[in-house]
């Protein structure tokens, strides 16, 4: 098992090396010079080249990315031209909202796609499943800002049910915490969970079928050894990859969900970064998100091991 | 032996002797009936965005600023927007721009994705660990803040916003064709052809592409809802298509504030782009099914 | 089993329009709302007020009574802003045209300006020109102390002044001071600036950053850009970039009277929708209302409250009348401004909140020339036409930009339309924000630029900026004539009343000249709960003074 | 491989009261694309104490399906019984729900299958499976139910038992994993072991052995066997009374040994004459044709367009399976007249 994981690791460094290159070099080629923004309207020409050699950005791009990547590495990702903050601590202070966020939308889409995939799956052709299949069809099919309006405005605003807007910290409350998040989870997991869902039920049409579940069956086994362990077990693989593929999907959606429901995650200052021109954010946070997902990628591709024994030894 | 109609669900495929592939798709094509609502969908939505000026009740662009916000009525069916501009004629001649854009997004998709994935899945060695790398690292960059950062450095346009999302989608294609190269280059078949001195690129052609076909065809049919989605995204930021002409995400964009009191104005953009996006997905997965493996008879 | 799936589907489509039904949009359309990056005057966003909402219903907080507070201070008020901006807390360095409402807490000016217009005494306590207008002295507070205990004199007024006068870069605050050629300190409490040319609007300039005073010893501080170190009512306690500033009361204030609660919580909300939302589910106190996208009614329906002021704001076409020499005519400008619907534009994109303005000066404003009434230039798509062909300009195409805002992009259509209507053809291109500067200001490769200039303390300030030869929004360098003399003139007159008869005069030649082509004045509206009282607005569009703002219960 | 029937040289003489499992006109549909296809029609048979039945038939003749409707292993869709009786022990397990039916199976009749790299669960040990099945019918503990599944390794003779119990299913040959699966089968000591194509799989040698196997724990354990098979060597092998299958019936049914000596239904004889192993001297003479897919079945008896005894007759209406003598029948109207050539001992 190390030994796979060992070998998924040394794969890992040149792509993230990929990964920062196309972030640092992608976003820097973005027009609207960020020397204009800080020397202001009555600058003259060459007050903005100065503004703009003290900034670094008359450098060769290579030396730019260099110290960008040398300084990255050290977990220091530059600071916004404007504020002059450090990203890494506007980062850093964002970071634990996010992760809620993402955490609860998560959960939720887990917690409704798995279970709603394997009835369907379990019971293929029968009118439970042909409802979950149009639900998740549909659910996929909606755009994530769409529903996240109706239920800031439905459910916030009008029933008042929860927040409309706004974030509480876990530390201070854990309960309004919970409250705050639950509106924008549900947004970001109707599609999350539509995903999973149908992947589950793939994945599970798929090992019914497989002669160890006749065998299962064929002794006797009560429908919850055989649908919970032996079908549900070697269904897996294909769902976990999925579930990797969402938290990436997930973290680009939430940008839209944040902005809509001011939570002041690392997705809404995003947007800002994204209007002020602030690259340096825009780059520490591609890069940091980067190296998110490919870790989530290595988890996924190590637990393979966990369900497929025969990977395990490999 | 009485044939019954049968229920759709899970029905054993069943290989008829002497039917060609094509007549065997159209056989299990012609049962799926929601794939088949879906195709009819989409063939009417197409209809309308090619006809649309013999179709639309009045011209998308023009104002009448004292019919603002009209609400539905004989004169405006689904009402007016802020400009007084008549929503119904700016959603059909909005499906233009969002197939038209999914179509240049899945187009873009297509020519960087299939090719390389077949050469990566067929070829291996060198280029395929590069390009499952390149891929790898693309989609390790969430979807809407490469688009972003695309439009950002191509300029605000809707061909621009297409050629981003196409970047943004090549990878998955890439994916699928490499893994039905991979699969199908295990075959014997391959072998036997090789064997018999046939070159590389005319099994390439001959056979490895008619078995990638089938996977391709559903991840197409998906990639085009990705497409309407990403666009209607983009353009809500308002990095798409250019006024005075609107998509349905253009639509949806301008009139997210008025939701409340003119909820026509969302909705009818919010539904059309449901509505075509499901289409789509209904549509890959009816392919899916008549694609897919046939069992032979037990 | 024959109809089988054909039923479901179409039940399922019938549910599924109920669902969407429900759909809503995404958050705002306008999610940049402003964030207006750099300095262009790419306005909040908001349209304000309308003009009869002249009067202010807040109290002025002037001299030292701070009007009729109620009782002593407490509890915590938070407060939505849609904007910020690059170093929004350095007052010489901030370019952020909106980032008043994030200083005022915190600095005290020389000067402030009432609900009225009217210029007040604040740190300094009175001042007065030489009789030959070569100097202007200002007689300073004594009981002054800065956050961070530094005492406030005159030789701190001067180190800001000098710093204020070479900031090169930033907020162009050495533009409001190019009439003053040195500052000396000839008394504790006295300080005297030395002028070039006559300056009558300093008073009146010193009420806004180039009259903040910073406390010297924080001059070289580093993060002086998100720490304000002022003599301000609240002090700052603790920076999260884009998110919030937190605050509290600064105990040994000079106003007793200041500020009124014990906390200060400055939020940035981007988002109109969400900043609505916000104030209405009780997240914050009040923010700004984005009246480009909602109307009064819907605040009210909120159960919300609304101050509001006229502004000094104002909608407009600005134009390189280099680069599209048909521009460069007058007449032709004039046509094109008969063509545009003023009172359509108003209703349907403002919610009738934007008053329809052919001069510069919006009503309510001591320039305002009262003699040219909105129909000066009437709306009369037949006339423009007729003028066009005299002028010989019948095929006369240019590109505007604007901030990809769907409220902005809507008017830009609007606009679009209506000049189509004459034969003018106007292609509209949203621009993200941070490019719109560099495109019209600096390289220059814009033609037009359709946007809202949020306005300015002093009427002399705007001039500068848009109608001198050498203004930046002027990339032309269009020569009105005339223009520098009215301008020489307005800096000599030191009463008011003088300064408004040379206004009203270059109103008069603005409104030939239509320069920029104007639509209209929005006022500024903040939607706010019942239980606050007391919001000071000020004269730039949607700013806010929160210093004397109380929060009952 | 001899061709004397083993079941001869057996000890006990079959015991012929009440059958074991009775089986009675059953008849079994798939729903496909081109609507319900009916895939076995009228098959009767019983299987008695301590007997192996074999029932054989080319592929696609339905005796999996049969056995998998004795199991209650028809997936409803796309299968359904239609008509018929399965009795084991006189009890109709058709009427059973699918609660009752999980006690019966594993218990009393157990299955093993034709694959066995497939047919094991490759995501948990041996060990697992077995302790699984053991104390779901009998409610062992997890130690006693270890130490049992230790013991049956032991008897299908997989060696180190103690190891291999811990071991996954890839880390075992495929006699193995046959033998683990058997003992999965016989965990609970069943009253019907039913066999689908056990050995097909197997290499001769490794298949020698589990049939040797089977027949053991077959006298231990007092147990009925169902084989199915296409394989008549095996046959000839293991089984005291065979069922011939084609096309999805019946067509003929009798003890081993006079069937290989004298068939009487002339499928089984051409059968017969396809077994290289049995005749030295003659060319093999293969069955013209196809088996007939059941949607396009021909009229009167089904064997009849490949049959050489046909006469006009046969094509006219489908013949009854009909007694011709002790327990034997065929589905033939000549059977009385022709003198089928058989396979002599």
Same mark, same amino acid.
């Given at each position: ?314 | ?9 899970? +029905? ?29 969908? %989409? ?89 499952? %790398? ?66 590389? %690129? ?73 509505? +075509? ?13 008549? %694609? ?7 | ?192 600036? =030395? ?25 070289? =501080? ?332 | ?55 054989? !038939? ?25 008509? !018929? ?162 096309? !999805? ?7 081993a040994t006079p069937l290989f000596a004298h068939p009487k239904h002339p499928y089984t004889a051409a059968l017969l004459e396809c077994l290289p192993g049995l005749r030295v001297d003659e060319a093999l003479r293969p069955i013209p044709g196809l088996v007939p897919p059941r949607y396009s079945l021909p009229p009167g008896c089904l064997f009849h367009p490949r049959c050489r005894y046909a006469v006009e007759a046969c094509a006219a209406e489908r013949p009854p399976l009909s007694e011709t003598g002790v327990g034997r029948c065929v589905r033939c109207i000549r059977a009385e007249e022709l003198e089928l050539p058989g396979v002599g001992s």
């Amino acid at each position: 098992m190390l030994r796979l994981a060992a070998r998924r690791l040394l794969k890992v460094v040149p792509l993230l090396l990929l990964v920062s290159v196309i972030a640092f070099g992608l976003l820097s080629m973005v027009p609207g010079d960020p020397a204009v923004q800080i020397a202001g309207e009555f600058a003259t020409e060459e007050q903005i080249a100065e503004v703009r050699s003290d900034l670094g950005l008359d450098r060769p791009w290579i030396v730019q990315y260099g110290d960008w990547l040398g300084n990255a590495i050290q977990g220091d990702l530059g600071t916004s031209p404007f504020s002059g903050v450090s990203v890494s601590t506007q980062i850093w202070q964002r970071l634990p909202t996010t992760l809620s966020l993402l955490g609860w939308a998560l959960a939720l889409s887990v917690l409704i796609g798995i279970p709603a995939g394997t009835i369907a799956g379990w019971r293929q052709g029968s009118v439970v499943d042909r409802v979950l299949t149009m639900g998740t069809s549909v659910g996929v099919a909606i755009p994530v800002f769409v529903s996240a309006l109706v239920l800031a405005l439905v459910v916030g605003l009008k029933l008042s049910w929860l927040p409309a807007t706004g974030y509480v910290g876990f530390s201070e409350s854990p309960v309004d915490w919970a409250r705050h998040l639950f509106l924008p989870a549900v947004a970001l997991a109707l599609t999350g969970a539509a995903e999973i869902a149908r992947q589950t039920r793939a994945g599970i049409i798929q090992v019914k079928n497989e002669d160890y579940v006749r065998t299962a069956k064929a002794s006797g086994l009560m429908t919850r050894q055989v649908l919970g362990r032996h079908t549900l077990k070697n269904a897996m693989i294909p769902v976990v990859t999925v579930v990797g593929l969402q938290i990436s999907r997930l973290f680009g959606l939430s940008v839209l969900v944040e902005q809509i429901f001011n939570i002041p995650g690392i997705g809404s200052r995003l947007v800002t970064a994204v209007f002020e021109n602030d690259v340096p954010y825009i780059q520490g946070t591609v890069l940091l998100v980067g190296i998110a997902i490919v870790a989530v990628n290595v988890a996924v591709d190590v637990s393979y091991g966990y369900f497929n024994p025969r990977v395990r030894a490999a | 032996m009485s044939i019954v109609d049968a229920p759709i669900g899970a +029905t054993a495929a069943v290989v008829l002797p002497g039917e060609s592939r094509r007549a065997r798709f159209w056989r299990r094509f012609k049962r799926q009936r929601a794939a088949m609502v879906a195709a009819g969908f %989409l063939i009417v939505v197409a209809l309308a965005a090619i006809f649309a000026p013999l179709i639309a009740p009045k011209d998308p662009i023009e104002q009448s600023l004292s019919d603002s916000f009209a609400n539905p009525s004989s004169d405006y069916w689904l009402g007016a927007d802020r400009l007084g501009r008549d929503t119904l004629s700016r959603l059909i001649y909005g499906a233009r721009y969002s197939l038209l854009a999914a179509a240049q997004a899945v187009a873009v998709a297509v020519v960087l994705g299939v090719p390389l994935g077949l050469l990566a899945g067929f070829a291996r060695g060198w280029f395929d660990s590069v390009a499952s %790398l390149v891929a790898d690292a693309v989609l390790s960059i969430p979807a809407i803040i490469l688009a972003l950062a695309i439009v950002g450095v191509l300029g605000p346009n809707l061909t621009n916003a297409m050629i981003a999302i196409g970047i943004v989608y090549a990878p998955r294609l890439f994916r699928v064709v490499r893994g039905a190269a991979i699969s199908v280059r295990e075959e014997t078949y391959i072998d036997a052809a090789r064997a018999s001195g046939v070159g590389t %690129l005319r099994i390439a052609r001959g056979h490895v592409l008619p078995n990638v076909m089938s996977p391709l065809i559903v991840q197409i049919s998906l990639a085009l809802g990705f497409a309407v989605l990403a666009e209607a995204a983009v353009s809500f930021l308002g990095l798409g298509v250019q006024p005075p002409d609107a998509s349905w995400g253009v639509m949806l964009g301008q009139a997210t504030a008025q939701l409340e009191d003119h909820p026509v104005l969302v909705l009818a953009p919010g539904i059309a782009i449901v509505l +075509t996006v499901l289409a789509f997905n209904v549509l890959g997965d009816g392919l899916n099914d008549s %694609l897919g493996r046939e069992i032979r008879e037990a | 089993m024959k109809h089988g799936r054909t039923a479901k589907v179409l039940v399922i489509l019938a549910a599924l329009a109920l669902v969407a039904a429900g759909c809503g949009d995404s958050d705002d359309g306008d999610s940049a709302d402003t964030a207006a990056p750099g300095t262009t005057e790419v306005a909040e966003t908001t349209a304000a007020e309308t003009t009869e909402g002249g009067e202010a219903t807040g109290t002025t907080a002037t001299e030292t009574t701070g009007g009729e507070a109620s009782g002593e201070r407490g509890g915590t008020l938070i407060w939505g802003l849609g904007s910020n901006g690059a170093n929004f807390f350095d007052p010489h360095m901030a370019t952020n045209p909106f980032g008043r409402s994030w200083m005022y807490p915190f600095y005290d000016r020389l000067t402030q300006i009432d609900q009225d217009g009217a210029v007040q005494p604040m740190l300094a306590t009175s001042w007065e020109f030489a009789e030959d207008a070569s100097t202007l002295t200002f007689e300073l507070r004594d009981d002054v102390v800065f956050h961070d205990g530094t005492p406030f004199d005159a030789e701190a007024a001067k180190a800001n002044l000098d710093r204020a006068r070479t900031q090169e870069t930033g907020a162009g605050t050495f533009v409001d001071l190019l009439a003053v050629e040195s500052v000396e300190v000839v008394g504790p409490t006295t300080v005297q600036l =030395n002028l070039s040319t006559p300056a009558s609007a300093l008073p009146a300039i010193l009420s806004d950053q180039a009259g903040m005073m910073i406390s010297p010893a924080a001059f070289e =501080n580093p993060d002086l850009a998100t720490m304000p170190v002022g003599s301000g009512p609240f002090v700052a306690t603790e920076f999260r970039v884009d998110e919030v500033m937190l605050a509290e009361a600064n105990e040994d204030y000079w106003d007793p009277e200041l500020p009124r609660v014990d906390n200060l919580e400055l939020r940035y909300i981007l988002d109109p929708t969400t900043r609505l939302n916000a104030t209405a589910s009780g997240e914050i106190h009040g923010g700004t209302l984005d009246v480009g996208q909602f109307s009064r009614a819907d605040a009210e329906d909120l159960g919300l409250v609304l101050t509001d002021r006229f502004s000094t704001a104002l909608f407009q076409l600005f134009l390189n009348t280099e680069r599209v020499p048909a521009l460069a005519n007058p007449a032709v400008r004039r046509a094109i401004a008969m063509a545009v619907d003023q009172e359509g534009i108003n209703t349907a994109l403002y919610n009738e909140e934007c008053a329809p303005n052919d001069q510069v000066f919006g009503d309510g404003w001591y320039p305002h020339n009262p003699d040219i009434d909105s129909d000066y230039l009437p709306f009369d798509p037949e006339m423009a036409r007729q003028i066009l062909e005299e002028e010989g300009a019948t095929d006369v195409e240019f590109t505007a930009i604007t901030a990809n805002i769907p409220s902005f992009v809507a008017q830009a259509e609007a606009l679009q339309a209506q000049l189509a209507e004459v034969g003018v053809t106007m292609n509209v291109a949203p621009t993200p924000i941070p490019e719109l500067i560099s495109g019209f200001l600096v390289n220059r490769t814009a033609d037009a630029y359709w946007t809202l200039n949020p306005g300015a303390p002093d009427p002399a300030k705007l001039v500068s900026t848009v109608w001198l030869p050498q203004s930046p929004f002027n990339p032309g360098a269009y020569e009105i004539p005339g223009i520098l003399e009215l301008h020489q003139q307005a800096q000599a007159a030191t009463t008011e009343d003088e300064r408004a008869t040379v206004y009203h005069e270059m109103a008069q030649l603005l409104a030939d000249e239509q320069l920029s082509i104007a639509v209209c004045t929005p006022a500024s509206i903040m939607a706010h709960s019942a239980d606050v009282t007391n919001v000071q607005l000020l004269s730039t569009l949607s700013d806010v003074d929160v210093s004397a703002i109380e929060v009952q219960g | 491989m001899g061709s004397t029937t083993r079941s001869a040289a057996r000890s006990g003489r079959p015991d012929i009261t009440t059958p074991v499992l009775q089986v009675d006109d059953l008849a079994v549909e798939f729903v496909t694309e081109v609507g319900w296809l009916n895939v076995i029609d009228g098959v009767s048979f019983d299987v008695r104490e301590r007997e192996t039945l074999g029932l054989i !038939g080319e592929s696609g003749c339905g005796k999996s399906v049969t056995a998998q409707a004795v199991m209650g292993l028809i997936a409803t869709p796309p299968g359904r019984v239609t008509r !018929g009786s399965i009795r084991l022990d006189g009890r109709e397990l058709l009427d059973l729900d699918e609660h009752e039916m999980r006690d019966v199976r594993g218990r009393q009749v157990a299955m093993v299958f034709q694959e066995p790299m497939t047919s094991i669960n490759p995501a948990f040990t041996v060990g697992q499976q077995i302790t699984e099945i053991l104390r779901r019918h009998l409610g062992l503990s997890r130690r006693a139910a270890r130490e049992r599944a230790i013991d049956l390794l032991a008897r299908v003779g997989i060696p180190a038992p103690s190891q291999r119990v811990d071991d996954y299913p890839h880390q075992l040959s495929g006699g193995m994993r046959q033998r683990a699966l058997i003992a999965m089968a016989l965990s609970c000591e069943p009253r019907l072991l039913i066999a689908d194509e056990p050995t097909t799989a197997l290499d001769v040698t490794v298949q020698a052995q589990v049939l040797e196997l089977l027949a053991g724990l077959q006298d231990e354990l007092g147990m009925s066997v169902l084989l199915v098979t296409h394989d008549l060597g095996v046959v000839a092998e293991t089984c005291d009374r065979v069922v011939v299958m084609y096309a !999805g019936e019946v067509v003929e049914t009798s003890e081993a040994t006079p069937l290989f000596a004298h068939p009487k239904h002339p499928y089984t004889a051409a059968l017969l004459e396809c077994l290289p192993g049995l005749r030295v001297d003659e060319a093999l003479r293969p069955i013209p044709g196809l088996v007939p897919p059941r949607y396009s079945l021909p009229p009167g008896c089904l064997f009849h367009p490949r049959c050489r005894y046909a006469v006009e007759a046969c094509a006219a209406e489908r013949p009854p399976l009909s007694e011709t003598g002790v327990g034997r029948c065929v589905r033939c109207i000549r059977a009385e007249e022709l003198e089928l050539p058989g396979v002599g001992s």
